[in-house]
């Protein structure tokens, strides 16, 4: 293992200590979790290096080193993980985490439950994999980080110490996205070493001074990965917002929506965890806060499974409220200028509905 020597810390016994350098693809739960193991790892003694924010480059490297039946996230997380290995040579560790389960309901996909081994038996990297098992339904999670830490030489207490106060950060994290706060500019807040401010889309179209009169919300349904890669989504948070709509997202709602299980039927249950939220943020907005939106866009990834099965769900119930629904469904070879086409003329056809008597009055 190469320790750089230069970049050293100290324990809680005063002793001096070799930092690590864990590199961290910039994909799938890096869009949900990262300022939880950003913190965690820092306060173990990891420096953190991220590969970049997605571009045509990452998604060529992992589209083509993938299987073409991989749902386009985890070509992405291969297109980083073999970013890090090309340009970050000197890494420590890749860390990997295996999210298996939050509760004792719940299973995330198994491309996550797979994912460190995916990772060491088809990219078969010269870096070692640091794996992290998050599973509520073998142990707590305050184990698993004592367990992260014993692999990197931790001691428990110091470990335990660290996910305490990672989970304090994250949870403020989290207060900020449920302010409003849209993820890359919490993260920027947070981490603006990490992540670079973004520049705003400006409004070219004709119609600037109607779509700042007469705004409209949209309620952004998806997978985190999906919904704040600016490259796989095509900036759709930034999109929307050029033309005055205000961007919802499931971070931005009241921790309670996620606290009661959404039953579908007595014979079917829902068992993905992702699903599960996407349900309870469809529900809040069906039951509570029907007049706080006008329309879904839902981002769905090309051969996702559960995506198929709950999409389907979620856009009946959407429907029969009569609450504009439009699925996009993101891979690869999403064509820019199809995809937002169909955004233009969904927001355009909620616009005008909304405020058919002003607009058309003008
Ligand atoms: S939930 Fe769907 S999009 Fe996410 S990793 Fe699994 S298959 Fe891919």
Redesign the pocket.
């Known amino acids: 293992m190469v320790l750089d020597n230069q970049t050293q810390n100290k324990t809680a016994t005063g002793e001096k200590k070799a930092k690590l350098n864990v590199g961290v693809p910039r994909a799938?739960y890096y869009y949900k979790f990262f300022p939880f193991w950003h913190e965690m790892l820092t306060r173990m003694g990891c420096d953190i290096v991220l590969s970049p924010p997605t571009n045509k480059k990452i998604l060529e490297m992992g589209a083509t080193f993938s299987s073409s039946e991989?749902?386009?996230?985890?070509k992405l997380y291969f297109g980083h993980i073999l970013w890090l290995l090309e340009n970050k040579p000197n890494l420590d560790y890749i860390f990997v985490p295996r999210y298996v389960s939050l509760n004792k309901y719940h299973y995330?996909?198994?491309?996550?439950l797979a994912l460190p081994d995916t990772v060491r038996n088809t990219v078969k990297p010269k870096i070692p994999v640091l794996e992290w098992e998050i599973n509520a339904k073998k142990r707590a999670n305050i184990e698993s980080a004592i367990i992260l830490g014993r692999k990197i030489g931790i001691e428990k207490e110091e470990a335990g110490k660290a996910y305490i106060y990672a989970i304090n950060r994250f949870k403020q994290f989290q207060n900020l996205q449920r302010k409003g706060v849209l993820f890359h500019d919490a993260m920027h807040r947070m981490y603006p070493r990490l992540v670079k401010k973004k520049r705003k889309m400006r409004n070219k179209s004709g119609d600037e001074e109607i779509d700042k009169n007469y705004p409209i919300t949209i309620l952004v349904l998806g997978?985190p990965?999906?919904t704040y890669d600016p490259l796989i989504n095509l900036n759709l948070a930034e999109r929307l917002e050029k033309y005055h709509v205000n961007v919802i997202m499931l971070e931005q709602l009241p921790e309670e929506t996620f606290k009661k299980r959404v039953t579908i039927n007595r014979h079917f249950h829902n068992y993905?965890n992702?699903?599960e939220e996407l349900l309870q943020g469809a529900r809040h907005f069906l039951l509570d806060a029907k007049d706080e939106i006008d329309g879904v866009i839902f981002l769905i990834?090309f051969?996702?499974?559960?995506?198929s099965l709950i999409q389907e769900l979620i856009m009946r119930d959407f429907k029969k409220m009569k609450i504009p629904f439009l699925d996009l469904i993101l891979d690869e070879h999403s064509g820019e200028s199809g995809m937002v086409t169909r955004i233009e003329s969904f927001i355009d056809m909620i616009r005008r509905k909304k405020y058919r008597d002003l607009i058309e009055t003008k």
């Open positions: 799938l991989l749902c386009v996230p985890v995330f996909c198994p491309k996550f997978h990965y999906n993905w992702m699903e990834s051969a996702c499974g559960p995506d």
